[in-house]
């Protein structure tokens, strides 16, 4: 089906790309694409890999956004410890 996709083909829609979305579209559109095609393709095959990882002392590991959430309260009652 795609054997006669050439060079000159992925330039032009390259190119059609640039115009419809700019140059400081592209990187979005395509983190957002790929962020589609994972979560699609994990829904496919039933894989959650969030439910089940645990850290070394055997509870649940933080995601990115609830450790960056966490550290500045951290961050706040050292502070306090510090002054009191």
Do not use: N, Y
């Not at 032009?12 to 579209?25: A, D, H, Q, S």
């Not at 957002?32 to 002392?57: H, N, P, Q, V, W």
Request: glycine share 10%.
């Amino acid at each position: 089906m795609f054997s006669s996709i050439g060079p000159l083909e992925i330039v032009l829609v390259i190119v059609v790309l640039l115009v419809i979305f700019g140059p400081k579209r592209l990187p979005s559109l395509g983190k957002s694409l790929g962020t589609g095609m994972r979560e699609f393709k994990e829904s496919i095959t039933g894989e959650d890999k969030d439910r089940d990882e645990t850290d070394a002392t055997g509870r649940p590991a933080l995601t990115q956004a609830q450790a960056d959430a966490a550290q500045p309260s951290q961050t706040a009652e050292a502070a306090s410890q510090q002054r009191g």
